[in-house]
């Protein structure tokens, strides 16, 4: 198993950037793919990006060319880089990995954008 715990998400301006962080409480080398999800209030919870342990990378249409993920495996830590932020990508952003089959969530961090 593994926890998961988020951070950097906070109130920005649109057009502004920001980097979540999703640090895990074990090594993450051999977790194949590790991932960001967003909610949005009264919404199912999305893909936003997913890595791979090769650093194979697959985006939402939402979020290609703005985004980018990417992962330290010597630091056990995955990043969402955002920039261009848009009003419409304020939500609670959950890191995600599978581990055996099973998926485990963080608790997640709140991103706001004012237009």
């Known amino acids: 198993q593994v926890q998961l715990v988020e951070s950097g998400g906070g109130l920005v301006q649109a057009g502004g950037s920001l980097t979540l962080s999703c640090a895990a409480s074990r090594t993450i080398f051999s977790i194949n793919a590790m991932g960001w999800y967003r909610q949005a209030p009264g919404k199912q919870r999305d893909l936003v990006a997913v890595?791979?342990?090769?650093?194979?990378?697959n985006y939402a249409d939402s979020a290609k060319g703005r985004f980018t993920i990417s992962r330290d495996n010597a630091k056990n830590t995955v990043y969402l880089q955002m920039n261009s932020l848009k009003p419409e990508d304020t939500a609670v952003y959950y890191c995600?990995?599978?581990?055996?089959?099973?998926?485990?969530w963080g608790q997640g961090t709140q991103v706001t954008v004012s237009s």
């Open positions: 890595i791979t342990t090769s650093g194979v990378t």
């Open positions: 995600n990995a599978i581990v055996s089959g099973r998926p485990y």
